[in-house]
């Protein structure tokens, strides 16, 4: 049962370059998240998806977007990339709102 | 504004001890949940415990407990019988009830615990 998977796990990027962060969930969940993860803080949220269709903005949105591509997957792109996104970026399931949510291993993004 | 604060940086305990990490939050919410949540070196966000607010009897998962203080907004964790694998960053959470957008971390408490 692999839960939720994220690819990739490390990715150096140049300033301005672009990429999609991928998540992938098999415990049929309604909600997605993604968070990031800087030095000495908590998680803080990025964007997230309350069910299939549906998108909408947490704490720190500006320079992502996301896709909610089905119910299984949801993804995270950083059109054009800034140190300041260099993060640990984590993505989450859960069946409900308040409900425990089921983190990623994590993706290592570095910036330069 | 929803805000979680977790005062200790980071605590030490000696293996088969007993250690509390605390956790003060802000909100002006009545329904909420609260979390802890341990994040070992390998980096997995592992659920420790879940607390509802609108619940007085405290929530206990084998050798983790919490005590929840509503009035005082203090949701602090207690870990009996302290093993190595405990050692890891431990990281309190707060959702309101029915707001996705509102999930609230604390800085986290790195835990060391001692042979």
């Known amino acids: 049962n692999a839960g939720v998977t994220q690819t990739p796990k490390f990715q150096v990027l140049k300033t301005g370059q672009s990429m999609t962060l991928q998540c992938a969930q098999d415990?049929?969940?309604?909600?997605m998240y993604w968070y990031r993860q800087d030095p000495g803080m908590g998680l803080r949220l990025i964007y997230y998806?309350?069910?299939?269709?549906?998108?909408d903005k947490g704490e720190v949105p500006n320079g992502y977007n996301v896709s909610r591509l089905n119910k299984r997957e949801f993804s995270l792109r950083l059109e054009s990339a800034a140190p300041s996104q260099t993060s640990v970026y984590f993505c989450?399931?859960?069946?409900?709102?308040?409900?425990?949510?089921?983190f990623g291993a994590g993706t290592r993004l570095s910036v330069l | 504004a929803q805000t979680v604060t977790q005062s200790q940086p980071e605590m030490s305990v000696q293996e088969a001890e007993t250690v509390t990490l605390s956790c003060t939050y802000d909100?002006?919410?009545?329904?909420?949940?609260l979390f802890w949540y341990k994040q070992p070196p390998s980096r997995q966000m592992i659920l420790v415990i879940r607390?509802?607010?609108?619940?007085?009897q405290n929530a206990t998962e084998n050798r983790f407990s919490v005590n929840f203080q509503k009035a005082a907004k203090s949701f602090s964790l207690k870990i009996s019988d302290s093993q190595l694998g405990d050692t890891a960053m431990y990281f309190c959470?707060?959702?309101?009830?029915?707001?996705?957008?509102?999930?609230?971390f604390g800085s986290g408490t790195k835990l060391n615990v001692k042979p």
């Open positions: 909100t002006s919410e009545n329904n909420y949940y």
């Open positions: 998806s309350a069910s299939e269709g549906t998108t």
């Open positions: 959470a707060f959702c309101p009830m029915g707001n996705f957008n509102k999930f609230y």
């Open positions: 607390q509802e607010a609108y619940k007085q």
């Open positions: 415990m049929n969940h309604n909600s």
């Open positions: 989450a399931s859960s069946s409900t709102t308040g409900d425990i949510q089921y």
